[in-house]
């Protein structure tokens, strides 16, 4: 069974908390005292809580933020018990600015941070991964986890590092400033987080919009999906994943890793969650359409287009009544386009256990069985980080905004740096997949 400590930053990561473990307690059945509401063998609650000697259930959970409010709101809400053990929160937020988040509030909060993160994981007997929520677009998710990264990486440097990170959408952007902050993030951490889930708000809302309206919530004037509604989606992914080691024997974790990111600069994933329906729909799902929904681009949890390119490596978490997928995999294999070189291909792990959604969800259908699709994907790099850097380069050539971020402390020249350094990253990865491809090309002749 994996351990895992949970850093959620900023708002966008702070808020995510919430609706991660509303849906932990409900599928261990523990109640937001962290107390047990049933006595069940075969749950093993040790991925995310510690228990003391009262038998009560601690989150392994830090929350900051450079501002009091959003962790002020968590801690006066339902989850405040759960949630309230190890809170970092600075007095003034990071105005959408990375420098800011790096340098001002980093001196301000990142010495309480760390004494948290050491304190916690001297309680956690072995510590297998950190996991971040954030969203790479405000200052402080940017800023400041680029500067706790480096820090971490210092002191823990065996712990490997997953995250799971909101990025800018291609469309609709929410914040001017969201391409610096991402590529600057992006350009100095890519070497210090091992695999990266990514999200787009704009995929979340897509697949919730029908449902909601559907629900026909009568209590709100607009009918639109909320964040709560998008952070549950995002929930169900680390929920997900982490079920065959809370559920099962299997520990299926650090093998998923190892196998979507086959280089060390190819570490971005996407997560996909099948089937989404409300739960007065009637659609049958048998194991054939389960796994040929996953693989249409619609399920994706951000803005890829899956049909374009061709998938890297696939880990599939079956969750509920699946038998042994052999037969599907083959039909896979068959008609989807996988990079040739890449051995792994499909990875899989079932567990027993199907999706089910905290009462805040209900009016999702928890289908007999479902499926939580990982995958690398050679389109990440063309349609999600190279359309972030001609945002970022659009705007590097008006020079617009760079006074407020050499105000806080940034030179210049280190926004060329990111670029040319995200860039090269970007080189070199189109080099290995080439060479790679060269490679087959040969071994096959
Ligand atoms: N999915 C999701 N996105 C959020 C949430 N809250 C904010 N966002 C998005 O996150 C981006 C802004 O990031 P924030 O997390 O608010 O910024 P921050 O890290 O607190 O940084 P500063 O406020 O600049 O200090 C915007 O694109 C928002 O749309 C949330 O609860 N869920
Ligand atoms: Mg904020």
Same mark, same amino acid.
């Given at each position: 069974m994996p351990e895992i400590i949970n850093i959620n930053i900023g708002q966008a990561g702070c808020t995510l908390a919430t609706s991660f473990w509303k849906q932990i307690c409900h599928e261990e059945d523990i109640d937001f005292n962290g107390m047990p509401l049933k006595v069940e063998d075969e749950v093993r609650h040790g991925t995310f809580f510690q228990q003391n000697s009262l038998g009560q259930h601690i989150a392994q959970q830090i929350l900051?933020?450079?501002?009091?409010?959003?962790?002020?709101?968590?801690?006066?809400? !339902?989850?405040?018990? @759960?949630?309230? +053990?190890?809170?970092?929160?600075?007095?003034?937020?990071?105005? $959408?600015?990375?420098?800011?988040?790096?340098?001002k509030v980093a001196k301000e909060i990142r010495g309480d941070s760390m004494t948290n993160i050491r304190r916690l994981s001297e309680v956690v007997g072995h510590l297998d991964q950190f996991q971040f929520f954030y969203s790479t677009c405000g200052g402080t998710g940017s800023g400041f986890t680029t500067s706790l990264l480096i820090s971490l990486s210092d002191i823990f440097n065996k712990?490997?590092?997953? !995250?799971?990170?909101? @990025?800018?959408? +291609?469309?609709?952007?929410?914040?001017?400033?969201?391409?610096? $902050?991402?590529?600057?993030?992006q350009a100095e951490t890519h070497n210090l987080i091992h695999c990266k889930y990514c999200y787009h708000n704009s995929a979340l809302y897509e697949l919730l919009d029908p449902i909601i309206r559907q629900e026909g919530r009568v209590t709100k004037l607009d009918l639109s999906p909320t964040f709560a509604d998008m952070n549950h989606l995002v929930s169900l992914v680390p929920c997900g994943v982490s079920a065959?080691?809370?559920?099962?024997?299997?520990?299926?974790?650090k093998q998923m890793n190892i196998n979507l990111v086959p280089f060390p600069k190819l570490n971005i994933i996407a997560p996909a969650i099948v089937p989404l329906y409300h739960n007065k729909s009637r659609v049958p799902v048998n194991q054939h359409t389960l796994i040929t929904e996953a693989f249409l681009s619609n399920s994706e949890l951000c803005d890829i287009d899956t049909f374009e390119g061709r998938y890297i490596a696939v880990f599939?978490?079956?969750?509920?009544?699946?038998?042994?997928?052999?037969?599907?995999?083959k039909f896979v294999r068959n008609s989807i386009d996988f990079v040739p070189w890449c051995?792994?291909?499909?990875?899989?792990?079932?567990?027993?256990?199907?999706?089910?959604?905290?009462?805040?969800?209900a009016f999702l259908?928890?289908?007999e069985r479902g499926l939580i699709k990982i995958s690398n994907h050679t389109t990440i790099l063309t349609q999600i980080?190279?359309?972030?850097?001609?945002?970022?380069?659009?705007?590097?050539?008006?020079?617009?905004?760079?006074?407020?971020?050499?105000?806080?402390?940034?030179?210049?020249?280190?926004?060329?740096?990111?670029?040319?350094?995200?860039?090269?990253?970007?080189?070199?990865?189109?080099?290995?997949?080439?060479?790679?491809?060269?490679?087959?090309?040969?071994?096959?002749?």
């Open positions: 900051i933020d450079s501002e009091e409010d959003v962790i002020d709101e968590i801690l006066l809400g !339902s989850m405040g018990n @759960m949630l309230g +053990n190890f809170t970092i929160a600075g007095k003034e937020d990071s105005s $959408n600015c990375y420098a800011r988040g790096k340098f712990v490997p590092i997953t !995250s799971h990170a909101v @990025m800018p959408a +291609n469309e609709n952007q929410d914040v001017v400033t969201e391409p610096y $902050n991402t590529v600057l993030c065959g080691g809370r559920f099962e024997a299997g520990d299926c974790m599939l978490m079956y969750r509920g009544n699946v038998r042994m997928p052999f037969n599907n995999h051995p792994t291909g499909i990875k899989y792990e079932i567990c027993k256990r199907g999706i089910t959604h905290e009462p805040d969800n259908s928890e289908p980080v190279n359309k972030i850097m001609q945002r970022y380069e659009k705007l590097l050539e008006r020079r617009a905004f760079i006074h407020w971020y050499v105000q806080e402390g940034m030179e210049e020249g280190e926004f060329q740096n990111a670029s040319e350094s995200l860039q090269g990253a970007l080189d070199e990865v189109d080099t290995i997949l080439n060479k790679a491809a060269d490679f087959n090309g040969d071994d096959d002749e």
